[in-house]
Every structure is written in structure tokens, then in C-alpha cells.
Antibody, heavy 121, light 108 residues
Framework: EVQLLESGGGLIQPGGSLRLSCAAS????????LNWVRQAPGKGLEWVSS????????YYADSVKGRFTISRDNSKNTLYLQMNSLRAEDTAVYFC??????????????WGQGTMVTVSS | DIVMTQSPATLSVSPGERVTLSCRAS??????LAWYQQKPGQSPRLLIY???TRATGIPARFSGSGSGTEFTLTISSLQSEDFAVYFC??????????FGPGTKLEIK
């Protein structure tokens, strides 16, 4: 079964840092580009970042550019999101999501269950 | 950036009814559009991709149509498990991959 399992969320003060992880199983991790998508409480979905299968290409939403870094370790089948300079508006459930195909520019066919990040003093 | 809008924001319907949800893009996205279903406390589930192709395991009562800037998701006969929030998303001219604000289906 294809699965994505996020971890690393929690309560963090404004200005702090947090690293999220997403452990993958059931598919050839190193063949697929991946994403982070977030959802603020009671709100809609916001794409955050994407990374290519090799990790050589990354993309970010303007709202997180310069503060968040996406990365992956294909030897560990794990996706990461390093979040620095956190703000209250970063409070959300963070989902990792897999592209359906082997490239960018397709839909997201598998989603993790999400991990909650709360930025508050 | 492409802006996605959805209507209505909320729809109150009875089980067994046929419903149509709308999604509009601020510029053409060709057929590069997906629909997702999200139930409370769960992650989104892919329903439709390519504007009209059902994802694996999705019942035939779900259908998608449209291209360019206007899209619809139709549920032919609502089942109790279909009451959820539905989001559309484009994957044309990325990044970003923007989502619509969602349509919530409520039980009447």
C-alpha cells in the first residue's frame, strides 16, 4: 500500500524553527516528485513547495520563499520541510503529497494524514 | 498566478439528489484540473484528474467536465459518505498549484 506519514509538527514560538518529515512507503520513492501542502484551521488548501525526484529542482510559494526549505533523502525514503522564521500565519496542518506521475505539472494522487504546526507565543 | 474560484460555497442537499459543483479559473488551464474530496479530520482524496478522468477506485457516480476556464463536478446520486468539502486545483502554468476555496456539501 502506498503511504505517506508526516511527523515533526508541534507548538513553536514566532521566529522559531521546525523540521517536518514525511516517510514514504509502497512506491519507488526516488522516481517521484513530491509536495508540501498546508491547510490553516477551517481554511482551504495552499500549495507550499515541490521538489523533483532527484532533489535538484525545488519550487516555493511566495508566502514561504526564503524561510522554508524542501529537501529529500532518497536513501531513507523521506521528504523534509525545514521551516525557519515561523509566523502566526504559518499555523496549519501540513500535508505531504505525491505527484501522480514522474514529473511536475500533474495532480496529487496520494496524501499523508498531515501534521499540525502551531505558531504562537 | 491563476486564481481558482468555486461556487457555491455551501450546498445543502438530500441523499439521492444530483448535484453539480462549479470551478472557474482566472485564465485557461486547458484540462489540467483536478478535484479532491476532503472529509473532516482527513486528508484530501483525489477524485478526478485531467478534468474528467476518475481516479482509481472512485465510484462512477462522480463525473467531471469542462476545459479552459469552466469546470464542473457532478455527483449523480448523493450517498451519505459524499457529504464533504470538494476542492478544485489546477496544475497548468505552475508554480503555484492553486486550489479553489472549496464547496461544502451539507445534508439538508
Amino acid at each position: 500500500e502506498v503511504q505517506l506519514l508526516e511527523s515533526g509538527g508541534g507548538l513553536i514560538q514566532p521566529g522559531g524553527s521546525l523540521r517536518l518529515s514525511c516517510a514514504a512507503s509502497g512506491f519507488t520513492f526516488s522516481s517521484y516528485a513530491l509536495n508540501w501542502v498546508r491547510q490553516a484551521p477551517g481554511k482551504g488548501l495552499e500549495w507550499v513547495s515541490s521538489i523533483s525526484a532527484s532533489g535538484g529542482n525545488t519550487y516555493y510559494a511566495d508566502s514561504v520563499k526564503g524561510r522554508f526549505t524542501i529537501s529529500r533523502d532518497n536513501s531513507k525514503n523521506t521528504l523534509y520541510l525545514q521551516m525557519n522564521s515561523l509566523r502566526a500565519e504559518d499555523t496549519a496542518v501540513y500535508f505531504c503529497a505525491k505527484f501522480k506521475g514522474y514529473k511536475f505539472g500533474v495532480d496529487f494522487d496520494i496524501w499523508g494524514q498531515g501534521t499540525m504546526v502551531t505558531v504562537s507565543s | 498566478d491563476i486564481v481558482m474560484t468555486q461556487s457555491p460555497a455551501t450546498l445543502s442537499v438530500s441523499p439521492g439528489e444530483r448535484v453539480t459543483l462549479s470551478c472557474r479559473a482566472s485564465q485557461s488551464v486547458s484540462s489540467e484540473l483536478a478535484w479532491y474530496q476532503q472529509k473532516p479530520g482527513q486528508s484530501p482524496r483525489l477524485l478526478i484528474y485531467g478534468a474528467s478522468t476518475r481516479a482509481t477506485g472512485i465510484p462512477a457516480r462522480f463525473s467531471g467536465s469542462g476545459s479552459g476556464t469552466e469546470f464542473t463536478l457532478t455527483i449523480s446520486s448523493l450517498q451519505s459518505e459524499d457529504f464533504a468539502v470538494y476542492f478544485c486545483q489546477h496544475y497548468n502554468n505552475w508554480p503555484p498549484y492553486t486550489f479553489g476555496p472549496g464547496t461544502k456539501l451539507e445534508i439538508k
